[in-house]
């Protein structure tokens, strides 16, 4: 049986051309037969990529030996099955959007908060002059988050600077920053710096590290993935379940994206639900005429839709139909 990984990386380095650069990597990745999304930018690279065994060693391989990449720190999961359907390579302004008029404002090459690998990071999370803050969006830290983390209101990473002021009453403590592989923390800490926190961490390697080095103690349910697993368990030691359905409050950690693609929402749904609605957040969305057909996964092939638009107040949940 062919085995598979999918990794999970970043690195920001300068990259020159950075436009031919994507469209030369598309032509890379394509010949490895490997799936999945690469974001690059002029700063650097953002990816998630799987394939078999061996074109996942070949990848990484190759990248190490370019000294722009020498240092990423790849996430590696074993997988049954690729968990993309298509292989996508993307030039952007920047590799996590950060919502800056002047993104230069920031440089995590210059400066940044200061790493932490997971042991030390599960050392110091409980002290009493540490606060845990996750800078990731509502639907990610919604299914998922360290026991008592400071989260945000923000559907978006480019939200984040906007949030900055609610973090004041926190800036005489030790702030630990996290998400899930640590290119976000990145550039939130580099602007908590910014912005005169003295005393900044970032969970080396995310979530998905912590997982693998620390056995994802204290992290409370799953962890969001841009893929087609949507979630992943992160915790052996002490896991617990912490969401629930959107439609009928029953506890679960199953994460779907809504099958009518004009929502495309992020939500967590219990089976029971699932069928109901064919895989839909609401009844409206369930009578759209593009709904997409619901297999149980409630993973599509992404469309250019937004996600987590604040329309959920206009739908009519499951208990009001039963």
Known sequence: ???????????????????????????????????????????????????????????????????????????????????????????????????????????????????????????????????????????????????????????NFRDFPAKINELAQYKDKK?????????????????????????VYQLHGGIIKYGKEAGGQDFEGKCYVFDNRLTVDVNAVNPVVISTCYNCGTTTAKMINCANPECNEHFTQCDECGTKLDGCCSVECQQHPRKRIYDGTGYYVKVPQPVNSNKKHQKTSLSSID
């Open 1 to 155: 049986m062919e085995k598979y990984q999918t990794l999970l990386y970043y690195r920001y380095s300068t990259i020159a051309h950075a436009e031919q650069f994507a469209a030369d990597h598309l032509k890379f990745c394509k010949q490895l037969n490997l799936v999945g999304r690469i974001i690059v930018a002029d700063e650097g690279l953002n990816g998630t990529v799987s394939g078999t065994t061996e074109s996942c060693k070949t990848y990484m391989d190759t990248l190490h030996a370019d000294p722009r990449f020498a240092g990423i720190d790849f996430k590696v999961d074993d997988v049954t099955e690729p968990s993309f359907v298509k292989m996508h390579v993307r030039y952007k302004s920047e590799i996590v959007h950060s919502g800056l008029r002047d993104p230069g404002i920031i440089n995590p090459q210059q400066k940044t908060g200061k790493h932490l690998d997971p042991k030390d990071f599960l050392e110091m999370k409980d002290r009493d002059d540490v606060v845990i803050l996750d800078v990731r969006s509502n639907y990610e830290h919604s299914v998922g988050r360290f026991k008592n983390a400071v989260t945000l209101d923000i559907e």
């Open 175 to 199: 702030i630990l920053t996290y998400c899930t592989g640590g290119i976000k923390c990145e550039k939130a800490s580099a602007l908590l710096l910014h912005e005169g926190f003295t005393d």
